[in-house]
């Protein structure tokens, strides 16, 4: 059954839940940026003798009530992994469907913007093709026809084209350059949290290169049966991970060297912003 939610945005939930997110915001360290790889809505079809299409269909119910349930949660930014590129492999009617009804729903978010949190939420598509509006208080970010390592390789070329054109200097290019065109390329900050249904534990070419001190969290629910309680037994889990992880990116960013070359800071930051409105093109 579809979420049902208010006019302005805001998913109905009942009180005792309200209770919990109330609890969990003020005990609790919830991560600002929680990416999600909504697996397992075939073999949630298959379990239930239903067509494929309609086990898709229904994982998008469950995104649209998981984004509302980060909402309440005071998550500020989200990224679902709604496509890969391997899937184009899939069979043909079961492809179709998918780019239809990621057509048809597309459609439906810009109409009625209440059901990913009203006006102020940024929707940006992630993948071969990149769309967004220029809201920035809230960011969803949706992988289609996405490939994490394709990421990486088109960021290569961004930089390759970046010297040639005389933009950078070839001693620009370091490993931190090639994190920055990354994210100015994709979902803008690396997530603070990785949350994978249906039991499987592996990324599947999903944020490889912005997850190195990101928490990983494998649920066993198919992303149709994910429930507001799965989604606090991962916040839970990442109470316990969060220090170590911050603690080993400090240490780590501590031993790169910082330029103090303003040239070169102001190249680089030109060449960013010419690497974000390329990518739109």
Same mark, same amino acid.
């Given at each position: 059954?579809?979420?049902?939610?208010?006019?302005?945005?805001?998913?109905?939930?009942?009180?005792?839940?309200?209770i919990?997110?109330?609890?969990?915001?003020?005990?609790?360290?919830?991560?600002?940026h929680i990416?999600?790889?909504?697996?397992?809505?075939r073999?949630?079809?298959?379990?239930?003798?239903?067509?494929?299409? *309609? /086990?898709?269909?229904?994982?998008?119910d469950?995104? =649209?009530? +998981?984004?509302? @349930?980060? $909402?309440? *949660? /005071?998550?500020?930014?989200?990224?679902?992994y709604a =496509?890969? +590129?391997?899937? @184009?492999? $899939?069979?043909?009617?079961?492809?179709?469907?998918?780019?239809?009804?990621?057509?048809?729903?597309?459609?439906?978010?810009?109409?009625?913007?209440?059901?990913?949190?009203?006006?102020?939420?940024?929707?940006?598509?992630?993948?071969e093709k990149?769309h967004?509006?220029?809201?920035?208080?809230?960011?969803l970010?949706?992988?289609?026809?996405?490939?994490?390592?394709?990421?990486?390789?088109?960021?290569?070329?961004e930089?390759?084209w970046?010297v040639?054109?005389?933009?950078?200097?070839?001693?620009?290019?370091?490993?931190?350059?090639?994190?920055?065109?990354?994210?100015?390329?994709?979902?803008?900050?690396?997530?603070?949290l990785?949350?994978?249904?249906?039991?499987?534990?592996r990324?599947?070419?999903?944020?490889?290169?912005?997850?190195?001190?990101?928490?990983?969290?494998?649920?066993?629910?198919?992303?149709?049966?994910?429930s507001?309680?799965?989604?606090?037994?991962?916040?839970?889990?990442?109470?316990?991970?969060?220090?170590?992880?911050?603690s080993?990116?400090?240490?780590?960013?501590?031993?790169k060297?910082?330029?103090?070359?303003?040239?070169?800071?102001?190249?680089?930051?030109?060449?960013?912003q010419?690497?974000?409105?390329?990518s739109?093109?």
């Amino acid at each position: 059954m579809p979420p049902n939610f208010t006019e302005d945005g805001v998913l109905q939930i009942s009180w005792y839940h309200r209770i919990f997110f109330w609890l969990i915001r003020f005990l609790f360290k919830v991560p600002p940026h929680i990416a999600f790889i909504m697996d397992g809505n075939r073999r949630f079809a298959r379990s239930n003798n239903m067509e494929l299409q *309609l /086990g898709h269909s229904a994982g998008f119910d469950t995104m =649209l009530e +998981v984004l509302g @349930w980060c $909402r309440h *949660l /005071g998550v500020t930014q989200t990224t679902v992994y709604a =496509l890969s +590129v391997d899937n @184009w492999s $899939r069979s043909e009617k079961e492809v179709n469907y998918l780019v239809e009804l990621a057509r048809d729903k597309a459609c439906l978010m810009r109409e009625k913007r209440s059901l990913i949190g009203g006006t102020g939420v940024c929707v940006r598509f992630v993948g071969e093709k990149q769309h967004s509006n220029n809201s920035k208080s809230c960011r969803l970010n949706i992988c289609f026809s996405y490939s994490g390592r394709e990421e990486i390789i088109s960021a290569s070329e961004e930089i390759k084209w970046g010297v040639d054109q005389g933009i950078l200097h070839i001693d620009d290019v370091s490993e931190n350059l090639m994190g920055q065109c990354i994210l100015a390329r994709g979902i803008g900050t690396p997530p603070d949290l990785v949350i994978r249904t249906s039991g499987e534990v592996r990324l599947s070419d999903f944020l490889l290169w912005q997850t190195d001190f990101t928490p990983l969290v494998f649920l066993a629910p198919l992303w149709p049966q994910m429930s507001v309680w799965q989604l606090f037994k991962a916040i839970f889990r990442f109470q316990f991970s969060y220090r170590q992880v911050k603690s080993a990116q400090r240490r780590t960013e501590s031993l790169k060297s910082t330029s103090t070359d303003f040239e070169q800071l102001e190249r680089i930051e030109k060449f960013l912003q010419l690497v974000e409105q390329r990518s739109y093109n």
